[in-house]
């Protein structure tokens, strides 16, 4: 009886690892572009839990009331919302816990992506359990700009997992001018100074969560301005960057181009924001473009470099800058 029960499992094991990927194939691929989207999404969701009021809808953890782990009839749609938002990461959960699977075999051929794809499942469990920490401290603001801060950073590695499974692995070696390539990663700099000061303004703004949640006491006014300047200044440094990029024929200029156009856009949300008077659903939008805009930005540092096995496929002329 053991015996066969050994040669089933044998079985059963021979194909689960015969079925895993051996080399990177579309079903990866597809699950890093899965990791991507629903690693934005969920900040969509995050959103409309805050901008709706249902900061609280859920006002326990991990269970949403007191025994009970969803929602009640009594809790009405601000529990739906945040119960919805909590499944969202369960969805990204699994996610993560596929990609981990599929890349089980490449584990040592492919460490890259086996150790991001690791990175965003163990961050998926950091990010519910400050999820939790925010429920179970009223929506403090400090807290929930942390929460969100840590979801942009998700999506910066879901945007290295995508980049890479489309390259073979090995050394990287620049593409670009080395001046390029040191003010492309100023503007990073000033991307992620322009996210900070967004976080710390809505902290600090009307949309709490909740009517009893607290606020950080800043002047919101006056941090819309300080938010604004460095968002300004990214514009201008992209401006620069892409001159540059199309004037040298970099192959990272289609990059810095949907850098631009994510960059304008979310001026335009944030412009008719302000002056609408912080309508939610913009204020959401605004949220969203954000995570994309990290995105693009990590898109365009990634992109500075490439695999030395490819980089004879780059015109001449960009080596000879590289190396200048």
Same mark, same amino acid.
Request: glycine share 10%; aromatic share 6%.
């Given at each position: ?116 794809? *690791?990175? !965003?499942? $163990?961050?998926? /469990?950091? %990010?519910?359990? #400050? =999820? ?5 401290? +009223? @929506?403090? &603001? ?114 810095? *181009?949907? !850098?631009? $156009?994510?960059? /304008?856009? %979310?001026?335009? #949300? =944030? ?5 609408? +008077? @912080?309508? &939610? ?44």
């Amino acid at each position: 009886m053991s015996s066969a029960i050994g040669a089933g499992y044998r079985v059963v094991s021979q194909k689960i690892h015969d079925w895993l990927p051996s080399a990177v194939d579309r079903r990866i691929r597809v699950v890093a572009w899965l990791s991507l989207v629903t690693e934005i999404l969920i900040v969509g969701t995050g959103g409309a839990v805050r901008l709706t009021g249902s900061g609280l809808g859920c006002p326990t953890w991990p269970t949403c009331v007191a025994g009970s782990l969803v929602p009640t009839p009594e809790m009405g749609l601000h529990g739906v919302i945040e119960f919805g938002n909590r499944l969202m990461t369960g969805l990204i959960g699994i996610i993560a816990i596929a990609a981990v699977v599929l890349l089980w075999r490449l584990r040592t051929e492919r460490k890259d992506l086996f150790t991001l794809a *690791v990175i !965003l499942g $163990v961050g998926v /469990l950091a %990010q519910a359990l #400050v =999820g939790g920490v925010t429920v179970l401290t +009223g @929506l403090n &603001p400090f807290i929930v700009g942390f929460h969100f801060m840590a979801s942009l950073i998700m999506v910066c590695i879901a945007t290295v997992l995508v980049h890479r499974v489309y390259l073979p692995s090995g050394p990287r070696a620049l593409v670009v001018p080395v001046g390029f390539a040191g003010l492309a990663h100023a503007t990073s700099f000033v991307v992620a100074l322009t996210v900070v000061m967004g976080v710390v303004t809505t902290a600090s703004g009307p949309h709490s969560g909740d009517a009893e949640a607290g606020r950080t006491g800043f002047n919101a006014e006056l941090l819309e301005h300080l938010h604004a300047w460095p968002g300004y200044a990214t514009l201008v440094l992209t401006i620069v960057l892409l001159a540059a990029s199309v004037r040298g024929k970099l192959p990272v200029r289609k990059f810095v *181009v949907t !850098l631009l $156009v994510v960059e /304008l856009v %979310q001026i335009v #949300v =944030g412009l008719l924001q302000a002056n609408l +008077g @912080l309508p &939610p659903v913009l204020v959401g939008l605004h949220m969203v473009l954000a995570c994309v805009l990290a995105a693009a930005m990590t898109a365009v540092v990634l992109n500075l470099k490439a695999p030395t096995t490819l980089t004879d496929r780059v015109p001449e002329t960009t080596h000879e800058r590289a190396r200048s």
